[in-house]
Nanobody, 121 residues
Framework: VQLQASGGGLVQAGASLRLSCAPSGRTFSTYVVGWFRQAPGKEREFVATINWSGGTMYYADSVKGRFTISRDNAKNTVYLQMNSLKFEDTAVYYC???????????????WGQGTQVTVSS
């Protein structure tokens, strides 16, 4: 499964962005999908994840209450709505698919190429 993340950009602090993740050539409606991010010089970190049905979600403490993960299996797309963006949210955001809901990078099998989110203070 090849994943395509999109929707990143340059915004001011306090603004919103919505990221999208879709597979190419295959459905991922039965997969768990997670969002991770990596800032320069830092390790990739968990942001949010959602199970196949959309009924279970987990968030990193740093984004809880500001970010919302959702999925539309009819459109074969997972979204990450990011509100009240902060400078420290600046990173490359990756979506990933796996079989087990988890906050661990190692639990995800398929990864997208990433989309840059830059928040200016």
């Amino acid at each position: 499964v090849q994943l395509q993340a999109s929707g990143g950009g340059l915004v001011q602090a306090g603004a919103s962005l919505r990221l999208s993740c879709a597979p190419s050539g295959r459905t991922f409606s039965t997969y768990v999908v997670g969002w991770f991010r990596q800032a320069p010089g830092k390790e990739r970190e968990f942001v949010a994840t959602i199970n196949w049905s959309g009924g279970t979600m987990y968030y990193a403490d740093s984004v809880k209450g500001r970010f919302t993960i959702s999925r539309d299996n009819a459109k074969n797309t997972v979204y990450l709505q990011m509100n009240s963006l902060k400078f420290e949210d600046t990173a490359v955001y990756y979506c990933a698919a796996g079989r087990t809901i988890s906050v661990a990078v190692s639990s995800y099998i398929y990864w997208g190429q990433g989309t840059q989110v830059t928040v200016s203070s």
